[in-house]
């Protein structure tokens, strides 16, 4: 399930793909092999009528943001999901497609939209009750935005060229350009409430973690990972989740003081993590044997 983390399944366009591939980056002291976390899983399923296409955030009160497909006209809309388990589906004005990637302790949400009218550019935005408010990077034809802290920081990415995509922190209007160098592809993913930054990089098929603290990088890899690692979420405390990837899979993981434990769910082909909140609750999504899903929240040691 790779093509989870690729342009076109952001944006439903085309991503350009070089044939170069990208040596994964890995410390020495992170050639080990991993672990398996202890988990508590609680799991749930998509409302009546819809499939989960993506379990991503999870803010502190337990709440849960994702993207549902619908069944019948297979459109992609917005989901947050209460901690008592009640979802509620949102769909931004004149987009095709809707995204929930993040969410923070007051209740900001983080996502972003595919045009309706062709040809269909993305704009980010910012979600809290009923106050839309649109994020764009200036001068690009794609912006994306993926988390937001409790302070109002929020990360995202912006196409800065047809080929090339860069990542970014906005903060009280200011925009600072996070790019890894020489990368293609930079996609900032989440941010904590210390301004620590996850995400992933490549310049072909294999793709990277990183992280970005006061504008220095540091690669975070999976041990071995054939198709590399995606960084999905950080908490206060500075644990990771992330994903790394196989041809036809993405398998969730922990990391915390340079140990990386997998996320594993009995009898399921695998389960992918979307995010971590500050208390340590684990959200994500579940693959099981005939394309069905379910989303989760987990605590895990």
């Not at 080929?163 to 900032?188: C, D, E, M, W």
């Not at 990089?201 to 054939?226: D, E, R």
Request: with cysteine; net charge positive; charged share 10%.
């Amino acid at each position: 399930m790779r093509k989870k983390y690729l342009i076109e399944d952001f944006m439903n366009l085309p991503r350009l793909v070089p044939a170069a591939f990208v040596a994964l980056l890995l410390h020495p002291s992170l050639m080990h092999a991993a672990q398996t976390a202890s988990c508590v899983f609680n799991t749930f399923s998509a409302p009546s009528g819809y499939s989960l296409s993506q379990v991503n955030g999870v803010s502190d009160d337990g709440t849960v943001v994702g993207q549902l497909s619908d069944n019948s006209t297979l459109q992609l809309v917005a989901f947050t999901r209460s901690a008592s388990g009640v979802i509620t589906k949102y769909t931004a004005p004149k987009s095709r497609a809707t995204w929930l990637n993040g969410r923070n302790a007051t209740g900001a949400n983080a996502g972003f939209y595919q045009d309706s009218a062709y040809p269909g550019h993305v704009h980010g935005f910012l979600l809290q009750g009923s106050t839309f408010t649109i994020v764009n990077h200036p001068n690009a034809a794609n912006s994306w935005l993926f988390d937001v802290n409790l302070l109002g920081g929020a990360v995202g990415s912006f196409s800065a060229s047809q080929s090339v995509t860069k990542g970014f922190r906005l903060v009280n209007g200011r925009y600072t350009t996070i790019a890894y160098p020489n990368a293609q592809t930079t996609y900032a993913l989440a941010i904590n409430d210390n301004g620590d930054v996850v995400g992933t990089y490549a310049s072909g098929i294999v793709s990277n973690g990183f992280s970005w603290k006061n504008g220095t990088f540091t690669a975070i890899n999976f041990p071995l990972s054939k198709y590399g690692t995606v960084l999905t979420a950080v908490n206060n405390l500075g644990v990771i989740v992330g994903n790394h990837l196989l041809s036809d899979a993405a398998i969730g993981f922990i990391y915390e003081n340079g140990v990386f434990k997998n996320i594993i769910y009995s009898g399921a082909k695998y389960a992918m993590a979307g995010g971590i909140n500050n208390n340590g609750l684990i959200s994500g999504q579940i693959y099981l044997t005939g394309n069905k899903s379910l989303g989760y929240t987990a605590v895990c040691k």
